[in-house]
C-alpha cells in the first residue's frame, strides 16, 4: 500500500522562527490533507490540499503531486502552534486516508 | 454545535469484556471512519464506511467490527478486549474535502 513519510519528526522553535514540514508518499494520491493535534489530543483539519498552493493566516500548504512530496509552511511561530502535525493521503480509488507518523512541534516563549 | 460526537470519552475494560464505542455526525456526511492512535505514532484506520449501507475494512481490523447503523451514526465494538487495544479511538466524518474529527475515546484494557 501508500507509504506516507514526515520529516523532520521533531522540532523544536523559537517563538517568532519560520518552519517548513515535509510530507513524501510513494504513488499517486487523489486528495492530501494535513492536520494538527493540539497537545488535549484534538485533531483539525488544516488544508485540503491535492495539488496546488493554498494559505491560512500564518500557515501556507503546497503539494507537488507530480513529485509526490507536500509542504507545510509555518511562520512567526507562536506556542499555541505546538503540538503533532500529520500529513493524510488518499489513493486512487480508495476512499480512506493514510496517516504519516507526524512532526512533533514545540515552540518555546 | 454541528460536528462529530464520540461516547465515551473514557473507558477501562477487563481483558476479555466487550464494549461498543459510538460515534454520531449530524453534517450529513456520506463517509465515516475509524481510526486508532497509539503513542508516538499516526493514526491507523480500522474500519471505513463510505457510505449508508457499506463497511470495509482499514489496515488494522483485526479484533474489531463496526456497524453503519444509519447516515448519521457509525459503531466500533470490540467482541473481547485485549491489552493489545488500549490506545486512543477517533472517529471521523467527510463529505467531499476534509475530514472532521471527534475528540477521541481513551479505552484501556487491563
Known amino acids: 500500500g501508500i507509504q506516507v513519510e514526515q520529516s523532520p519528526p521533531d522540532l523544536i522553535l523559537q517563538e517568532g522562527a519560520n518552519s517548513t514540514l515535509r510530507c513524501n508518499f510513494s504513488?499517486?494520491?487523489?486528495?492530501l490533507q494535513w492536520f494538527h493535534q493540539n497537545p488535549w489530543g484534538q485533531l483539525i483539519n488544516l488544508f485540503y490540499?491535492?495539488?496546488g498552493t493554498k494559505q491560512n493566516g500564518r500557515l501556507s500548504a503546497t503539494t507537488v503531486a507530480t513529485e509526490r512530496y507536500s509542504l507545510l509552511y509555518i511562520s512567526s511561530s507562536q506556542t499555541t502552534d505546538s503540538g503533532v502535525y500529520f500529513c493524510?493521503?488518499?489513493?486512487?480509488?480508495?476512499?480512506?486516508?493514510?496517516f504519516g507518523t507526524g512532526t512533533r512541534l514545540k515552540v518555546l516563549a | 454545535n454541528a460536528g462529530v460526537t464520540q461516547t465515551p470519552k473514557f473507558q477501562v475494560l477487563k481483558t476479555g469484556q466487550s464494549m461498543t464505542l459510538q460515534c454520531a455526525q449530524d453534517?450529513?456526511?456520506?463517509?465515516m471512519y475509524w481510526y486508532r492512535q497509539d503513542p508516538g505514532m499516526g493514526l491507523r484506520l480500522i474500519y471505513y464506511?463510505?457510505?449508508?449501507?457499506?463497511?470495509d475494512k482499514g489496515e488494522v481490523p483485526n479484533g474489531y467490527n463496526v456497524s453503519r447503523l444509519n447516515k448519521r451514526e457509525f459503531s466500533l465494538r470490540l467482541e473481547s478486549a485485549a491489552p493489545s487495544q488500549t490506545s486512543v479511538y477517533f472517529c471521523?466524518?467527510?463529505?467531499?474535502?476534509?475530514?472532521?474529527f471527534g475528540s477521541g475515546t481513551r479505552l484501556t484494557v487491563v
Open positions: 471521523a466524518s467527510t463529505f467531499a474535502h476534509g475530514y472532521t
Open positions: 504513488d499517486s494520491v487523489n486528495n
Open positions: 490540499i491535492p495539488s
Open positions: 493524510a493521503v488518499d489513493a486512487p480509488g480508495t476512499y480512506k486516508y493514510i
Open positions: 453534517m450529513n456526511h456520506n463517509s
Open positions: 464506511s463510505a457510505s449508508e449501507g457499506t463497511t
